[in-house]
């Protein structure tokens, strides 16, 4: 009997495997012969909101993988930085890109910084934009600059031929994103409590498909699919429940996702996609609210505990995942970080400090977006599963 | 040989390391903090006493301490591929905090964060937290992206001042803030800062009576940190003015660890951070192929005086909002180049070198850029050279000692008119 989860996988597939942004190019074109726009954006985090309000597309561009060729994208930087950038710089001298308008840089790292200026070097003919979100973390501080840096950007949109951001619009955008923001957490849910349901792979290659399609569209298709997957009758193997973490911006290779599965493990939450989960509730938004403000106040309260955010005063880094450890029932962690990534990697010692006063087992590793060797990874993840299988059978 | 100024900074430089041993008993509150965006002046307001990790790193760096602090920071497991000031700080904590002068550094009262320039600081400060269970006041600096500082990025340090830093300043120390000791320490620094300007672009003259690059992280730059605001800076840099201005009149070159420089060569502008584990061997390089440089960026990360800015008494936190903006290190990659373009320019030098680090994202992300920018901006010819600040993993002296050579015979090759053989040789010489 056919799958009709998995053939709505498949079209994520092509779409998320079509580095030409070819979807993106025949969205922009209208039937009465004008133009739409289309923005790009890096990870970690942007709120795509303000884009959706200008009546553009916004774009989450995250790298080609291991399925682009680094030719020139090399020349650009050291070995010993991530492979994140120069991904990015091969897909635009490529004209991968060329779908899209503008792009925003958020202030993630170090590196995206950089890239922001790179660009605008490289392509002095497109829009950038650096977003810096806040890290003072003051409503009266943090959460005012933000609340007008974005409408600084709004405005830039303006400029750039996109419809004005008036506080009606924001406030429609906002709800159709909490829409979206509501069914990913059921999709979400669905594998916590099923994951024999929704292999990590498939969910990931939906989320990914969101990155570049119309939120509308997408919020459907994860309607469909969870009507679908829930109806799956795949038997629970005995496997154990893992969360991944710490790859939130460098993406892994598809390869090593399937790999981890196969290595005998569930995974039950990641932040693989946090740059699309970052609210970590939905804005709620009514008529009275001042909508750059509720996005400002949403940041600064409800966004995901990420290594790009600063850890304010108060509970110990690392609690947040010990948290989701409980919830999600999961029996331990793998941490995976793209190799010279500054912020996952230096937060590994204090997220394992946490894990280690709480007994929670961990392993970690690094990975390229292009890494093609899995044999390492899978042994290591094989090992873990059965540690984790022979310490909860002895226990 | 050493002239006067470099004897009283050892002098000053000692003595504050001595007060740092004597904090606790003596009941001063110590704020640990970073070089750039540095609040030098509001924290002696306070009568706080800054240690600045990133300085304890380069000097560990520089008594070959290091390698055995990132050892340590590793086996506790931090990952190879991270910044290597983190690790090597980190490692000398667990090892007893012992500073620089072999005394015991006294723990923070508060990690005064502001991340100008770099995200790894925050990580840095988190990690600092855990162990020594401390506030941290965070001030955010927002990124020079669009090349200018705007009236909404100043208004929002200043009110980060204000409401943030100034009350945990105020909690620490016990004391209330003193606007009108901040204004003097003001005062007096831009007197200092008047005067480092003048040494720094001494270097334009010929020959050029300073090194710009080790000379000045060496001995030109490193004091304004944690002294800049006292009488002591001031009487340092008018001393230090006054032997460059003897030099310049005495047709001298600059002092290296190998004695004068005689007989300028090659006038190299340098971007990126200085190597610290064979900092003496590296500049020797330079010294002995009679190389000067004349102008860096590095030496602008604690501060960017020399297109303008001067800290002002008569808007004290308005202008050390915009110290805090304006570092080498908060500026947008379009806006470091044109900067290196000026230098090269306005320091006539014949050679563009980069000293990329593996440690440093800030620095190295774009660098690659930079540097073919450079060459086709200014026609100097660049050079790409990479090692790291503290982990002497990545110093390998012989083939950077064959790379500087084989650029300085090409930049002699284009000065003869010779036919080009390795146009471009920086970039395609790069990994
Ligand atoms: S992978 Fe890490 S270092 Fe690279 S761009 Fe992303 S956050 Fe920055
Ligand atoms: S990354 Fe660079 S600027 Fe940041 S702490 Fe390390 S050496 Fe300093």
């Given at each position: ?395 | ?205 010929k020959p050029s ?44 070159g ?7 420089l005689k007989d300028e060569r090659y006038r190299i502008v340098v ?15 330079f010294?002995d192929e009679r190389a000067v440089a004349v ?49 090269v320019n306005?320091y006539e030098a014949g050679g563009f070198l ?20 450079i060459e086709?901006?200014t026609g100097v010819p660049g050079a ?19 790379r500087l050579e084989s650029y300085f015979q090409m930049i002699e090759q284009r000065r003869s008119g010779r036919p080009k053989s390795i146009a471009n040789a920086g ?5």
């Amino acid at each position: 009997m056919s799958d009709p989860a998995s053939a709505l996988i498949d079209r994520c597939e092509a779409i998320v495997n079509d580095l030409d942004h070819t979807s993106v190019a025949d969205w922009k074109r209208q039937s009465d012969g004008t133009e739409r726009k289309a923005v790009g954006f890096l990870p970690v985090y942007v709120p795509r909101e303000v884009i959706h309000a200008a009546g553009f597309l916004p774009v989450g561009v995250v790298g080609g993988g291991d399925a682009l060729e680094i030719i020139r994208g090399d020349a650009y930087f050291q070995s010993y930085i991530c492979h994140l950038p120069r991904s990015i710089i091969e897909m635009g001298l490529g004209g991968k890109l060329d779908a899209l308008d503008g792009m925003i840089f958020p202030s993630t790292c170090d590196v995206i910084r950089n890239l922001s200026g790179m660009w605008q070097l490289l392509f002095p003919d497109k829009w950038a934009w650096y977003l810096d979100v806040p890290q003072n973390l003051s409503p009266r501080l943090g959460g005012r600059f933000y609340a007008h840096d974005l409408q600084l950007m709004a405005k830039e949109l303006e400029g750039l031929g996109g419809l004005e951001v008036t506080p009606e619009r924001l406030r429609g955008s906002i709800e159709v994103y909490d829409v979206h923001r509501g069914i990913t957490e059921d999709v979400f849910a669905l594998r916590r409590e099923a994951p024999e349901k929704v292999p990590t792979w498939e969910l990931y290659m939906l989320i990914r498909a969101g990155l570049i399609l119309p939120v509308e569209d997408h919020s459907e298709l994860m309607v469909e699919y969870l009507e679908s997957a829930s109806k799956r009758t795949a038997k629970r193997r005995d496997n154990p429940r893992v969360i991944v973490a710490g790859a939130f911006c460098e993406q892994p290779p598809m390869g090593l996702i399937r790999t981890l599965e196969r290595a005998g493990c569930y995974i039950v939450e990641d932040d693989f996609s946090l740059g699309q989960r970052w609210l970590r509730e939905p804005l709620r938004i009514t008529d009275e609210d001042e909508p750059f403000g509720a996005l400002a106040k949403a940041f600064l309260e409800h966004s995901a505990q990420g290594a790009t955010r600063f850890h304010p005063d108060g509970e110990p880094k690392g609690e947040e995942l010990v948290r989701q450890v409980r919830e999600c029932e999961a029996e331990g962690v793998i941490l995976a970080s793209p190799s010279f990534c500054d912020p996952s990697l230096l937060d590994r010692p204090m997220i394992t400090a946490a894990l280690d006063r709480e007994g929670i087992p961990w392993t970690g590793f690094k990975y390229a977006e292009n890494t093609g060797q899995f044999q390492g990874i899978r042994e290591q993840a094989g090992t873990f599963s059965d540690s984790i299988r022979l310490w909860s059978e002895a226990s | 040989m050493k002239d006067r100024s470099m004897e009283l900074q050892k002098e000053l430089i000692s003595g504050h390391y001595d007060r740092l041993s004597r904090a606790n008993d003596e009941g001063k509150p110590v704020v640990y903090t970073f070089v750039p965006g540095n609040l030098t002046e509001l924290m002696l307001s306070f009568d706080a006493l800054p240690v600045l990790p990133e300085i304890n790193a380069l000097q560990s760096g520089m008594r070959k301490k290091s390698g055995g602090f990132i050892t340590a920071a590793e086996k506790a497991g931090h990952s190879e591929d991270v910044c290597s000031y983190v690790k090597c700080d980190l490692g000398m904590m667990e090892q007893g905090n012992i500073g620089p002068t072999g005394k015991a550094l006294p723990k923070p009262d508060l990690l005064l964060l502001s991340y100008t320039g770099c995200f790894t600081f925050m990580k840095w400060f988190e990690l600092l937290r855990e162990k020594y269970d401390c506030p941290v006041a965070m001030l955010h600096v927002p990124y020079q992206s669009r090349g200018e500082i705007t009236d909404d990025m100043r208004e929002y340090v200043v009110k980060q001042l204000r409401e943030e830093v100034i009350p945990k300043l105020e909690q620490v120390s016990g004391k209330k803030y003193d606007e009108d000791r901040l204004k003097e320490l003001l005062g007096r620094s831009a007197q200092a800062e008047d005067d480092l300007v003048w040494v720094l672009e001494s270097a334009k003259h010929k020959p050029s009576p300073i090194d710009g690059y080790f000379g000045g992280v060496y001995y030109i730059g490193p004091l304004f940190t944690a002294f800049r605001g006292t009488p002591e800076a001031v009487e340092y840099y008018r001393t230090l003015r006054s032997e460059v201005e003897q030099r310049i009149a005495d047709g001298l070159g600059p002092i290296t660890p190998e004695g004068e420089l005689k007989d300028e060569r090659y006038r190299i502008v340098v971007e990126g951070t200085p190597n610290w584990t064979h900092f003496r061997e590296f500049w020797k390089m330079f010294a002995d192929e009679r190389a000067v440089a004349v102008a860096s960026t590095y030496t602008k990360v604690g501060g960017l005086y020399d297109t303008g800015f001067r800290h002002d008494p008569t808007r004290p936190l308005e202008s050390l909002a915009e110290y805090c903006l304006g570092c080498y290190t908060n500026l947008s990659l379009p806006a470091r180049i044109s900067l290196i373009e000026k230098y090269v320019n306005e320091y006539e030098a014949g050679g563009f070198l980069i000293n990329s680090v593996k440690s440093c994202n800030s620095f190295s992300a774009g660098q690659l850029l930079i540097l073919r920018e450079i060459e086709k901006r200014t026609g100097v010819p660049g050079a790409f050279i990479e090692s790291d600040l503290v982990d002497p993993r990545y110093f390998s002296p012989a083939n950077i000692k064959n790379r500087l050579e084989s650029y300085f015979q090409m930049i002699e090759q284009r000065r003869s008119g010779r036919p080009k053989s390795i146009a471009n040789a920086g970039l395609e010489a790069s990994p």
